[in-house]
């Protein structure tokens, strides 16, 4: 009879373990939509991130409402990324953007931030770096040909996010 009442506390023991881990599993998000101004998205546009299996490393690509769009990768450097909690990041954020003046640009950064997904799939995102921008032609319209293009010019840029996971 103990052995019976033994091998039962066990099993169910089991099962609700595994249970919780499936529920958990499904509950994970995985990709986060969101408008963007800077960040990949360059100016104004919209991002799309992958939240790799790690949960520590998430890969992102953006595109402007000008033309223009870039990639990203974000790793989370003290803990996973969850739900209901701030998660801070390192990355490494490469654009293209055609400006509006006639110009066109790449921006390379390193941007230092923090997202927070709420428990509802709220996202939320900031973030600041040094940046290398090579602006390749100059803003405005010219007829004659610039001898110091494309100029390399270091600032800090930035990112702001907020949209939805799922």
Known sequence: ???????????SLFSASCLSQDLNKSNEVKNILSIAAGSTSTTLGFTYERILSSRKVSLEIGTGLLLG?????????????????FNPFLGFRSSYNIQGSGGSRVVNYVPIGI????????????DVGPAYIIQLVPNGS???????????LFYVYGGFKVGFGF
């Not at 103990?2 to 099993?11: A, G, H, M, Y």
């Not at 997202?115 to 900031?126: E, T």
């Not at 010219?142 to 390399?152: A, R, T």
């Open 69 to 85: 769009g870039g990639l990203g990768m974000n790793y989370y450097l003290f803990k996973l990324i969850k739900k209901g909690q």
């Open 1 to 11: 009879m103990k052995f019976i009442l033994s091998f039962f506390v066990i099993i």
């Open 142 to 152: 010219y007829s004659v040909f610039q001898s110091n293009y494309p100029e390399h």
């Open 115 to 126: 997202n927070f997904l709420g428990s509802k799939k709220f996202y939320l995102s900031i």
